[in-house]
C-alpha cells in the first residue's frame, strides 16, 4: 500500500502540473491568458477663456505712431481674431469675449463681444465596462479560469468598438457644435465698427475687464491686447489676473527707445498684476497664425 501511494503522488502533481502550466517564474497561479486591453475615451479637460482688448483710442499721433494712422490698428486686430479663432482648437466649454480700450474701458459700452461660450455637448452615456473575471485561487481553477478568459476578451472587444463608436459619434456632434460658434462668433467681430476715441488710453480699466471675466469662469485664461500700450488716463485700478497669459500685438511706437521701454514697463506691470510673463508682438509680426501659436504654447 505504502509503494502504490508512493508511486500515485507524483503522478498527481504531473497531473495538475500538465493541465495547469505550472506556476511560471512569476509565481502567477495561472500563466498564459492575456486579458483584453480597454481604454475609456478621455475627458474633455478644463475649459478655456479668451479675451481680445483692441484699443480704439489709438490716435496715431506724430510723437507716437504716425505709421499706422486710424483705423488700421483695430480693423486689423478685428481681421486678425477672427482669423484666429478657427485655429485655436476651441471646444465645448471654451469661451470668448472681446471689449474695447478707450478713455473709459471698463464701461459696459465698449464691449463689443459679450462673453459667449461654446454649447457643452450632453454627458456621453457609455456601456457598463465588462467585469473582470475572477482570478484563480488554486491550480485546480485555472481551466475554468481560462475559459472565462476567452469570454471577458470576446465581450471586451465587442464593448470597446461600441465606446469606440459612441466617441466618434460625440466628437463629430463637437465639431459640428464648434464650427457653428466660431462661424456666429467671426460674423459679430466682423460687425463691430469701432469709433475713435480721442480722449485718452484707459488700459488698466480694460484689463479690470478681463479680470473680472476670468476671475466668474474657472479654468485657463488667456489674454490678448491689440495697441501700442500707451496708457493716458491713469486708472488707479489694478486688477489680479491670476496667471492669465497674456499676448500684446501690433505692438509698434514709432521711437525704438520709446518701445522698448514701453515693453519692459509692461512686462513688470503684469508681473504685478499676477499674470504670466508677456510676449509682445510688434506689427508686422503680428497674425492669426502668430497669435494662435503663442495662445497655444502654455497648453490648454
Not at 471698463?106 to 464691449?111: A, K, S, T
Not at 470597446?160 to 466617441?167: F, G, H, M, P, R
Request: proline share 8%; charged share 20%; glycine share 8%.
Amino acid at each position: 500500500m505504502h509503494s502504490r501511494l508512493g508511486f500515485a503522488l507524483p503522478l498527481i502533481a504531473a497531473f495538475l502540473v500538465g493541465a495547469c502550466g505550472g506556476l511560471g517564474s512569476t509565481g502567477t497561479v495561472c500563466p498564459g491568458p492575456t486579458l483584453e486591453p480597454v481604454t475609456m475615451p478621455a475627458g474633455a479637460g478644463a475649459s478655456v477663456t479668451y479675451g481680445f482688448l483692441i484699443d480704439r483710442a489709438y490716435t496715431g499721433d506724430a510723437k507716437r505712431s504716425p505709421s499706422y494712422p486710424w483705423p488700421q490698428l483695430p480693423m486689423t486686430a478685428l481681421n486678425t481674431v477672427a482669423g484666429a479663432l478657427v485655429k485655436l482648437d476651441l471646444r465645448p466649454g471654451d469661451s470668448v469675449f472681446g471689449t474695447w480700450i478707450s478713455h473709459n474701458s471698463n464701461d459696459m459700452r465698449e464691449i463689443f463681444l459679450p462673453l459667449s461660450q461654446v454649447p457643452k455637448s450632453s454627458a456621453t452615456e457609455y456601456p457598463a465596462a465588462v467585469p473582470l473575471p475572477k482570478a484563480p485561487l488554486n491550480q485546480l481553477e485555472c481551466n475554468d479560469y481560462t475559459a472565462k478568459v476567452r469570454a471577458y476578451n470576446a465581450a471586451a472587444k465587442e464593448w470597446q468598438t461600441k465606446v469606440n463608436d459612441i466617441a466618434q459619434r460625440a466628437a463629430a456632434e463637437d465639431a459640428q457644435t464648434v464650427a457653428t460658434f466660431i462661424g456666429r462668433t467671426q460674423s459679430a467681430i466682423l460687425a463691430a465698427s469701432p469709433v475713435q476715441d480721442p480722449v485718452g488710453t484707459d488700459i488698466y480699466g480694460g484689463l479690470a475687464v478681463a479680470g473680472g471675466v476670468f476671475g466668474a469662469n474657472p479654468g485657463k485664461h488667456k489674454l490678448v491686447l491689440f495697441s501700442d500700450m500707451t496708457d493716458t488716463v491713469g486708472n488707479p485700478i489694478r486688477p489680479d489676473l491670476a496667471q492669465s497669459d497674456v499676448v500684446v500685438g501690433l505692438y509698434h511706437r514709432d521711437d525704438p527707445s520709446d518701445q522698448g521701454k514701453g515693453q519692459r514697463d509692461w512686462e513688470t506691470t503684469f508681473k504685478t498684476l499676477n499674470a504670466r510673463t508677456p510676449v509682445f508682438l510688434p506689427w508686422a509680426a503680428t497674425t492669426a497664425d502668430k497669435i494662435v501659436e503663442q495662445l497655444k504654447a502654455s497648453g490648454r
